[in-house]
Nanobody, 126 residues
Framework: QVHLVESGGGLVQAGGSLRLSCAASGRAFSEYNIGWFRQSPGQERVFVAAINREGEVRQYTDSAQGRFTISRDDAKNTAYLEMNRLEPEDTAVYYC???????????????????WGQGTQVIVSS
């Protein structure tokens, strides 16, 4: 089992940047695929980005592609989501999640992630 804690959220103006962190404790962090999801007010939680356990495969939703970068540092048991050129539509609670599967054809399915953090709020003002 792994415990996840997100941090790095906050209030930023449109066009600005934030880096979210997902710190893990418990079972070996390197054994998990890590996903970032977000939930905007009144909407369902949706996929944003993911990185596989080896750090070789990255997957992004269309809105994140080219603006967001997911990475991981297994020595620090931490994953990151670097978000640039933020837009008001990026306002949401951002969650990281962990999936112990060895192989996936896609990393965008929430049900594949049994472990979740508590979320960190991102607010982008116009």
């Amino acid at each position: 089992q792994v415990h996840l804690v997100e941090s790095g959220g906050g209030l930023v103006q449109a066009g600005g940047s934030l880096r979210l962190s997902c710190a893990a404790s418990g079972r070996a962090f390197s054994e998990y695929n890590i996903g970032w999801f977000r939930q905007s007010p009144g909407q369902e939680r949706v996929f944003v980005a993911a990185i596989n356990r080896e750090g070789e495969v990255r997957q992004y939703t269309d809105s994140a592609q080219g603006r967001f970068t997911i990475s991981r540092d297994d020595a620090k048991n931490t994953a990151y989501l670097e978000m640039n050129r933020l837009e008001p539509e990026d306002t949401a609670v951002y969650y990281c999640a962990a999936d112990p599967s060895v192989y996936r054809t896609t990393y965008a399915v929430q049900e594949q992630y049994p472990y979740w953090g508590q979320g960190t709020q991102v607010i982008v003002s116009s």
